[in-house]
C-alpha cells in the first residue's frame, strides 16, 4: 500500500498487505533475475536478497519507478497505489472540536499508465487488477489503457479471497488471449504461472 498523510500522525491507506510483491520478488530472484522492489509500508518482510527502496506516498512511488524504470526489462505493478491524496496535509495535528471535518482530495499519478507510456518495445509491463465487480471487463479495459503486456485480474471479497491471505482468486489476461474464468490458487502458484507467461512474452520480444 501507499500511505497518504493527513497531519503529521494520521494518513489514509489500504489493506494491501504486501504478500503478492514479496511472492513476485521471491519467485523473480528464485529465476535468476536481479530484482529491485519499491515497496511501500507494507507488512510483509522483503527478501534481502533484492534491492529494496522503500517509499510511503504514491508521489515518492511514482518518482523512484518513473527515475529508475529505463534500466529494468521487466516492471511488474502489484502495489495498491492510493487513487488519491490529501491536497493539503497539515503541520499540525488536527485538533478535535466535534465539528464535521472536510478533507480535499486530488487524484495520484497513475504509475502504471505512465510506464506504458514511455515503455520501449523490448521492456515487458504486467499489472493487475484487484476488483469487487466486472472482474473480466474491467482488468481488460486496464490492460488496454495502461498498454500492459500481461495483467493479473483478482477477485477480491469473499472468504478466500480476502486481503492478507495466502491464496488469492485470479485469471490472467495478454492483449491477444481469450478470457478465462478466475481460478482459486496460492499466491505462490499465481507467482509460478505469471513468469512463465514473462518468459513466453520474452521469447516473442
Ligand atoms: O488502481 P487500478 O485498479 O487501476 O490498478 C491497476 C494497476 O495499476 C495495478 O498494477 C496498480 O499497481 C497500478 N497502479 C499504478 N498507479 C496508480 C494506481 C494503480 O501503478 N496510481
Known amino acids: 500500500p501507499t500511505q497518504e498523510p493527513i497531519d503529521p500522525v494520521r494518513y489514509i491507506s489500504n489493506r494491501s498487505s504486501g504478500k503478492m510483491g514479496r511472492a513476485l520478488a521471491m519467485e523473480a530472484l528464485r529465476r535468476g533475475a536481479e530484482v529491485t522492489v519499491i515497496s511501500g509500508p507494507a507488512r510483509e518482510p522483503l527478501p534481502f536478497q533484492a534491492e529494496v527502496i522503500f517509499v510511503r506516498t504514491a508521489l515518492e512511488m511514482y518518482e523512484a519507478t518513473i527515475s529508475r524504470f529505463s534500466q529494468y526489462d521487466v516492471f511488474i505493478g502489484a502495489a495498491a497505489v492510493a487513487d488519491y491524496r490529501v491536497a493539503d496535509p497539515a503541520d499540525e495535528k488536527h485538533k478535535r472540536n466535534g465539528d464535521i471535518h472536510h478533507l480535499e482530495l486530488i487524484p495520484n499519478p497513475d504509475i502504471a499508465k505512465k510506464i506504458g507510456e514511455i ?87
Open 119 to 205: 515503455k520501449r518495445p523490448d521492456q515487458i509491463t504486467v499489472g493487475f487488477a484487484a476488483e469487487t465487480h466486472h472482474l473480466i471487463n474491467y482488468a481488460r479495459e486496464k490492460l488496454k489503457k495502461k498498454k500492459l503486456d500481461l495483467i493479473v485480474a483478482n477477485q477480491v471479497g469473499g472468504e478466500n479471497c480476502a486481503f492478507g491471505s495466502d491464496y488469492v482468486s485470479a485469471l490472467m489476461m495478454t492483449p491477444q488471449s481469450k478470457d478465462e474464468q478466475p481460478e482459486l490458487i496460492p499466491k505462490s502458484e499465481l507467482t509460478h504461472r505469471v513468469f512463465n507467461r514473462i518468459s513466453e512474452i520474452m521469447g516473442k520480444k
